[in-house]
Antibody
């Protein structure tokens, strides 16, 4: 069974940093694109970033302006998102999502999400 | 960047009704279109990918169609458990943009 479990969310002050994690199990982690998608309270879904199966292709939403960094650890079957210079508008539930088979850039499996709140 | 729109933004229908949601891309995306269901307080769930391929385990009352710029999600017979917000997403290339969502309620 595919499982994606996010952790590391919490309250952080504007301008601060936070790293969130996603532990993956139930599939061959090194074979799939992995993504971060976020959802601000009461709002729609917003794709944040993806990293290819071999970490050689990485893309970010333009709105992030270089503040976020995605990475993955194959030994730990984990995905990470390092978030710097956080702003109140970054407040959201952050979901980890696995890509579809054959390099599909849709989101086949989702975690339960971790809430990041940016507030003074 | 390609923009995604959805209509309507919300709808209310009776149990058993046929429901259709439309998604439009500002430029052609072939069939690189997925649909998701998000029930209140839950993570999104993939329903359809490649515009019309039903994800394993999804009830057959859900179907998708379209190609290029215009797509539809149809629920053939609305059930109480279908109360949710539905999102389309284009995935031909980054950025992987979602539509704004369509909220479906029971009348």
């Amino acid at each position: 069974e595919v499982q994606l479990v996010e952790s590391g969310g919490g309250l952080v002050k504007p301008g601060g940093s936070l790293r969130i994690s996603c532990a993956a199990s139930g599939f061959t982690f090194s074979s799939y694109i992995m993504n971060w998608v976020r959802q601000a309270p009461g709002k729609g879904l917003e794709w944040v970033s993806y990293i290819s199966s071999g970490s050689n292709y990485i893309y970010y939403a333009d709105s992030l302006k270089g503040r976020f960094t995605i990475s993955r650890d194959y030994a730990k079957n984990s995905l990470y998102l390092q978030m710097n210079s956080l702003r109140p508008e970054d407040t959201a539930v952050y979901y980890c999502a696995r890509g579809g088979a054959v390099a599909g850039l849709f989101f086949e499996y989702w975690g339960q999400g971790t809430l990041v709140t940016v507030s003074s | 960047d390609i923009q995604m729109t959805q209509s309507p933004s919300s709808l209310s229908a009776s149990v058993g009704d046929r429901v259709t949601i439309t998604c439009r891309a500002s430029q052609g995306i072939n069939n690189y279109l997925a649909w998701y269901q998000q029930r209140p307080g839950k993570a999104p769930k993939l329903l359809i990918y490649a515009a019309s391929t039903l994800q394993s385990g999804v009830p057959s009352r859900f179907s998708g169609s379209g190609s290029g710029t215009d797509f539809t999600l149809t629920i053939s017979s609305l059930q109480p458990e279908d109360v949710a917000t539905y999102y389309c997403q284009k995935y031909n290339s980054a950025p992987l943009t979602f539509g704004p969502g369509t909220k479906v309620d029971i009348k």
